[in-house]
Structure formats: structure tokens, C-alpha cells
């Protein structure tokens, strides 16, 4: 007896002496190669190396492992003692000619915060690796919504103010975005940041549906991965120069190497970009969408041990361009009983686009942004701290009546300080049936706003200075969070994920000498079941809850309270993954339906000259999307995509109460959501093939289509513009180390507004629109050394 208590005593620890965890990094010349499988011999345990060709894997310490990629030697190799094995593979001409028309390359993403193949996870993912952030021209989160159903995001007023709506959710003014804004692991909580330049890039990716249980607050309508090219161990070097209309200069340097060979390694990134602006003020002659700016990223990576590893990174931005450049009564009468006056067509075609104010507008938002990451593996579980600290300086200048009179000027600064620490533990993937992450999340936000302008008083005709808003917002969230995928079979997978959330809010309000506090307690859970009906057709259904944080008006007015409520969404989605003839079509797509509740609306009270938030108590949406890849040839592919939703408000409710009396908001049930385009597609074709031995060519044509949108709650012709087109087109020839570019956006000049304002929302003012820009074209060179 005492014999068996022995034995099974001892049994655990001789299990885990006879298990390992293998990590290292799959190259080929220098660089990573992502979606590279690992199979351990003689089983069904595998990973796929991640957009940084890093993998990790919990085998048998006596296992062979087993490497394959498409076009390269399959290489077979035995676990040493070491817990590191990096692998450089070897082209295999052979192979690539025996295969008459490849299919795609597996595209690998980060939406369940695990390396996973894009057709794998039951979700709606969009996801583009190194090359084909490259062969797109992906420089911003902009650009990549072109490539992507039912997302869109737009810039307008001043560099930092963006408005991105997500399948039927829109962001708004003051407000935060509806989506989870994740930079290599870390959230970045300020909106302003969204739409920044983005270059050395090994991930971009959107997943679609509330995230929460993963993400936390905010993201409502999903998450957007982005994540950075890693330090490699081999010197490498690159050299952008570039240029384009309107003086559009580009230069990018790009420079990774080790300090110790195999143990510490560095990236520096860094860029300048400069464009005079296409868009022309007629009061003074002067371009008034003009742009600069620089950036630097700095990166190191030390791999301490083989179980433990440390990274750093700094990151500086400093953005200045034009500001409050809108059209307004261009063609129509200046002035109607003393107020502007004249209709600007929604329809920027019409003859309505022009800029014509007095007073010169000028933005700049600067960044610096710190994280530090520490991972330890003592085993099967991996252990994650990631610390950071994220400031944003933002502040802008310029007319508020858009119309050559000295009327109105506004003001505003903002500040964001924001410090997050996380801790993570998930288990390395294994050939067992779980797997599952959890841990711990502590932010801390502090974001000073300040809003001022000048109106004129006709009578007196007397400028008098005024405050709209003055406060100091705080926010401190404490969270949990966990998830777990479950193989019932090896067909169908259970997954379920919660994320305990305790916020605490906090303004101070200068002007009232007010504060204002409260809490919240949410919890938002997640649930999804999948079903791989065939090697190559997966089946899903999912369930999430959704929660976006509401927040403090500057005062009660007949329009809204002194306070917005918080978005509350459940989200209930099905859909499909397929690739068929050898992986040469994709076709996936899903069906979702969304119960909205306290969803929030924008308006500026002219009374009172405040701006602020309010809530319609009901809405629904229901939507779809598909997404298709299809390799026509070996050289040709053909990408299309169509999302379509319809955003409904179906219960107004009451806002506001000045003297007892509210504002009845029931006569817009039945409206569409303003600001969400009712769909938009796009179709492409894409061409990369050999043009010698030597010399290859890459080349792409993009079609986008933004639909039809109501612009305010009323749904009103005046206030709706129609669905636009935009031509983007790309093409590169490399040969060696060098690679010739040339592009061009918008390059049929369309006309075009990113934001329609209807004067209704200012209480009197006349409409005024955002104009996109007019055709850009340009050339790079790019040099590596």
C-alpha cells in the first residue's frame, strides 16, 4: 500500500518532468514569417507562428517537431535541452512549381488575445499581416476600414477628433469610441489616438461584436488590434523616401539589430510626413488642410532566460495641422433677420463646396506613450505583466461660424494622463482539450478639458468671451476577467469569457465649482459555440454584452441632463467560415442582431452655448456582412466585401429639464441612428508575380463605397447624403534589396463630406459640411540595408 501512495504521489511530478514548453522565432532572410505550422510528431498538438513569427508550445521533452510553410523545406527536428529552438527555413523551388495556383496564405490574428489562423476563430475578423499592411498601403486605421464590412472612420474639425461607427454604433462628440483601441497589448483609452500614423506595422485587425469580456469597457462594437514588427536578431535597415501633390513628403527610417547577439535585440522606427493641404479657404487664398508630422518608436526586447522575457518600448508623436474648415453658405445669402443664413446642400457636388471664413484654424496633438512587458513561463501556464503610461496634449484654434464675418471663434484643450497595469495568466498551448486566460486589470484616467469662444453681440456690436466647458474628468476602473474554450469534440468547441468591471467617475467643474461622482458594477459576459463541420467549413453562433461608459454634461439644459447614461447592448450573431478549391476561395459571413439600450446622441444647446450628451432609451440594430477572396489565376485576386445594417431608434424617451420640463424625443421612433452609413462595400483585385528573376511586381485597385446617411434624427432629404465611391490604386516593383512605388487615393477626385452637420444640432446656425480630400498621388522609394 504504501508502495502505491508512492507511485501515485510521484506520478504528477514525473508527468511534468516529461513536459516541456518549446518557443522561438521562424525566419527566412532575416525577416519572421507568420502562419508557419508546428505539429509535435504523432499527434494532434500544434501552434501557427504569430504576425511576428513567434510560436510557443507545450510538447513531450522527447518530442520531434515538425515545421512546414508553404514554399519552404518541411524541417524536422528533436526537442533539445534547451527551451529555445529558432528555425530558419529554406525555399524549396520544387514545391512552389509543383503547385499550379497556390492558394492564400494563412493570415494570423489576436482577437481572442491568443495566436490563432483568421478562419479558425469563431468570430467576425478582419485581419492583414506585414505583407498586406504593405501591398495596401495601410497607414492609418482609415485607410483600413475600406477593407472592412460595416466599419468606418472618419477625421474632421481638428487632428485628433475622429468619429468611427462600428456595425450601426456610432462614436460622438466628447464622447468615447465604440471599440477597443489596443496598440501591441495596451488599451489606449483616448479617442484622439485612432486615427494616427501608423508604419511598421507586423499586425492591423478588427473583430467585430461586443468584446468586453476581453477588452473591458468601450468595446461595444469590437476591438482593433494593431501591433509593431518586433526587434529580430539580424542587423537590418530600412530607408523610405517619398513624395507626392500638394509637397507631400515622407521620410521613414526603420533600423532593428541585437545589443547581444541571441539575447537582447533593439527596433528603432521613425518618420516625418508633411502635406500643404489640396483644400483652398476663398477669404484669404490659403490652404487650409495642411498637415505635419513626426514620429519615433523605440523598441527593446531581452531574453533573459529561456522561460523569461522582458520588453520596453517609448513612443513620441507630435501632430500639427489645419482646423474648423467647414463649407457653410458658400452659394447661399451670408445673413437672414441677423443669423447666417442659406442652405448648403448635402450633396457636396452641387456646387455647395466651398470654404470661405475669416479666421485661420490650426490644431496639434502631441503623444508619449511608455510600456514595459514582462513574461514568465515556468511551465504550461504563461505569466504576463504589461505596465504603461499614455499622455495626450490636444488643442485647436479657429472660426465657429465658418462664414467671413467676426462672428464666433472657439477654443479647446484637452489632456488625457492614463496608466494602465494588467497582469495575465494563460496556459501554453497543448494537445489538452482547454484552453483558457484570466487576470487582472487596473486603470487609472485623468483628462483636464477646457472649451472656449467669442461671439459678437450684433446690437453693440461687441465681442464677448465665453466658457462652454471647464472640468477635470477622472476615471478609475478596477477589473477581472476569464475565459475558457472547451473541445466537447474535436468538432465542436464551447467558449465562454466574463469581465468584472468597477468603475468609479469624477468631474470637477470649474465653472460651477460642482463635483460629480459615481460607480458602476458591470459585468459583461460572452458566450459562443462553433462547430467545424468539414476541414475547411466552421459554423458559429455567439452571445456578448456590451458596455460603454457615459459621463457628466457641462450643465442641465432643455436638450440634455447634467449627466449621460451608460450604453448597455446585448449582441446575438451567426456565421460561417469557408475556403474551398485548395483554399483559392474564401467566403465568410455573418448575421447579427443588437438590443441597444441608453444608446448616446450629440447636440450643441446655441441658448446656452453648451455642448452635451443625451440618451434615446431604445434602439435596435440589425445587420450582415460577407467578405470573399478568390484567386482568379496565379497572379490575380479578386477581394470583395459588402456590409449592410439597419440602426433604428425605436423608443426616444424624455432628456433634459430645465424648470421640470423634459424634452420629448418620442417623435424620432422609428428614425435611423444618424451618423451610420446604411452599408458600404468594396471590390479589388490584387496581382503580385515575378516580372524577371530578379525583379517582382505587386499591384492593387481598390473600390470603396460609402452608403447612404441620415445626418440627424429626423431623417430628413435635407440632411442625408447619398452613397460615394472612391478609386485607390497601388503599385510596386522590388528587385534586390530596393522597391519603387506608386500610388494614389481618391484618384477619380470625387467629391465628397466625411461629416454633414445639420444646423438643427446648433440650435439656429445653418448646416455646415467636412469636405474629404480631393485626389493624392505620389511615389516612394524603399531601400534595405
Do not use: C
Request: hydrophobic residues 35%; aromatic residues 12%.
Amino acid at each position: 500500500m504504501k508502495k502505491l501512495l508512492f507511485i501515485l504521489m510521484m506520478m504528477p511530478i514525473v508527468i511534468l518532468a516529461q513536459e516541456k514548453t518549446v518557443r522561438g522565432l521562424i525566419s527566412f532572410n532575416g525577416e519572421p514569417l507568420p502562419g508557419v505550422n508546428i505539429i509535435e510528431k504523432g499527434t494532434s498538438n500544434g501552434v501557427t507562428t504569430d504576425f511576428n513569427g513567434n510560436y510557443e508550445i507545450a510538447v513531450n521533452s522527447q518530442a520531434t517537431l515538425v515545421y512546414s510553410y508553404l514554399g519552404f523545406k518541411t524541417q524536422e527536428l528533436q526537442v533539445g535541452e534547451s527551451g529555445t529552438m529558432n528555425i530558419v527555413l529554406e525555399e524549396d523551388a520544387q514545391q512552389l512549381e509543383g503547385v499550379e495556383v497556390q492558394g492564400f496564405a494563412g493570415v494570423v490574428g489576436r482577437a481572442r488575445k491568443r495566436t490563432e489562423s483568421v478562419q479558425s476563430i469563431p468570430e467576425s475578423v478582419t485581419a492583414l499581416n506585414s505583407e498586406g499592411i504593405e501591398k495596401n498601403g495601410i497607414n492609418n486605421v482609415t485607410n483600413f476600414a475600406k477593407l472592412v464590412p460595416n466599419l468606418k472612420l472618419n477625421s474632421s474639425q481638428a487632428a485628433g477628433i475622429n468619429f468611427l461607427t462600428i456595425r450601426g454604433i456610432p462614436q460622438i462628440r466628447n464622447a468615447d469610441a465604440p471599440v477597443a483601441f489596443v496598440i501591441d497589448g495596451v488599451t489606449i483609452p483616448d479617442p484622439s489616438l485612432l486615427n494616427q500614423e501608423l508604419f511598421d506595422l507586423a499586425l492591423i485587425e478588427v473583430v467585430k461584436g461586443p468584446q468586453g469580456a476581453l477588452y473591458g469597457k468601450n468595446a461595444i462594437g469590437g476591438a482593433i488590434n494593431i501591433y509593431s514588427k518586433e526587434p529580430v536578431n539580424t542587423t537590418k535597415n530600412n530607408l523610405t523616401l517619398g513624395y507626392g501633390n500638394a509637397n507631400a513628403l515622407l521620410t521613414q527610417f526603420v533600423s532593428s539589430g541585437a545589443i547581444k547577439k541571441d539575447k537582447v535585440f533593439y527596433r528603432l522606427s521613425t518618420q516625418f510626413k508633411n502635406f500643404d493641404g489640396l483644400l483652398t479657404n476663398e477669404f484669404n487664398d490659403e490652404k487650409v488642410d495642411f498637415s505635419r508630422e513626426f514620429n519615433a518608436r523605440g523598441q527593446i526586447i531581452a531574453r533573459i532566460t529561456d522561460n523569461f522575457k522582458a520588453s520596453a518600448t517609448l513612443q513620441f508623436i507630435d501632430v500639427s495641422g489645419g482646423a474648423a474648415y467647414y463649407s457653410v453658405n458658400p452659394t447661399g445669402n451670408l445673413f437672414v433677420d441677423g443669423f447666417p443664413g442659406g442652405a448648403l446642400s448635402p450633396d457636396p457636388e452641387d456646387g455647395n463646396n466651398v470654404i470661405n471664413h475669416d479666421e485661420p484654424g490650426k490644431s496639434d496633438i502631441r503623444n508619449a506613450f511608455g510600456n514595459v512587458s514582462l513574461e514568465y513561463t515556468p511551465g504550461k501556464v504563461k505569466i504576463q505583466s504589461i505596465t504603461s503610461y499614455n499622455y495626450v496634449d490636444r488643442s485647436l484654434s479657429g472660426d465657429l461660424d465658418f462664414i467671413p464675418f467676426d462672428d464666433f471663434t472657439q477654443g479647446e484643450t484637452a489632456e488625457t494622463k492614463t496608466f494602465n497595469q494588467e497582469l495575465r495568466l494563460n496556459n501554453v498551448a497543448s494537445e489538452g482539450k482547454i484552453n483558457w486566460s484570466a487576470g487582472g486589470f487596473y486603470q487609472d484616467i485623468e483628462k483636464p478639458f477646457f472649451q472656449d469662444g467669442y461671439n459678437r453681440d450684433f446690437d453693440l456690436n461687441q465681442l464677448f468671451y465665453g466658457i462652454a466647458a471647464d472640468v477635470i474628468n477622472t476615471t478609475t476602473t478596477y477589473a477581472l476577467f476569464g475565459f475558457i474554450d472547451y473541445k466537447i469534440t474535436d468538432k465542436l468547441t464551447a467558449s465562454a469569457g466574463f469581465r468584472y468591471d468597477n468603475d468609479t467617475f469624477k468631474q470637477e467643474d470649474h465653472l460651477s465649482g460642482d463635483t460629480f461622482e459615481r460607480s458602476n458594477d458591470i459585468v459583461q459576459p460572452k458566450a459562443s459555440l462553433s462547430y467545424q463541420a468539414t476541414e475547411n467549413a466552421l459554423i458559429y453562433a455567439n452571445y456578448g454584452r456590451g458596455y460603454r461608459t457615459g459621463g457628466f454634461n457641462p450643465a442641465v439644459t432643455d436638450r440634455f441632463n447634467r449627466d449621460f447614461e451608460d450604453e448597455l447592448t446585448d449582441n446575438y450573431e451567426l456565421g460561417f467560415k469557408t475556403s474551398m478549391w485548395n483554399n483559392r476561395f474564401i467566403l465568410n459571413g455573418s448575421a447579427f442582431y443588437t438590443n441597444f439600450s441608453n444608446q448616446q446622441q450629440y447636440i450643441f444647446d446655441l441658448d446656452t452655448f453648451y455642448p452635451g450628451n443625451y440618451n434615446y432609451d431604445k434602439s435596435k440594430i440589425i445587420g450582415f456582412e460577407l467578405d470573399a477572396k478568390l484567386r482568379l489565376t496565379k497572379y490575380l485576386d479578386l477581394l470583395a466585401n459588402y456590409g449592410f445594417v439597419d440602426s433604428e431608434i425605436t423608443e426616444g424617451g424624455t432628456t433634459g429639464g430645465v424648470n421640470g420640463t423634459a424634452t420629448d424625443l418620442s417623435a424620432f421612433n422609428g428614425k435611423k441612428t444618424p451618423f451610420v452609413p446604411q452599408n458600404n462595400f468594396n471590390i479589388g483585385l490584387e496581382s503580385s508575380f515575378a516580372l524577371t528573376e530578379k525583379v517582382n511586381f505587386d499591384g492593387n485597385i481598390n473600390l470603396n463605397s460609402t452608403g447612404k446617411t441620415y445626418w440627424d434624427e429626423s431623417n430628413s432629404d435635407a440632411f442625408t447624403t447619398s452613397a460615394y465611391q472612391l478609386l485607390d490604386a497601388r503599385a510596386s516593383v522590388s528587385f534586390d534589396n530596393v522597391k519603387f512605388t506608386i500610388w494614389g487615393n481618391n484618384i477619380l477626385d470625387k467629391q465628397y463630406y466625411t461629416e454633414y452637420v445639420p444646423g438643427s444640432l446648433f440650435g439656429g446656425f445653418d448646416d455646415f459640411g467636412w469636405r474629404g480630400r480631393p485626389a493624392t498621388y505620389g511615389a516612394s522609394v524603399s531601400i534595405n540595408f
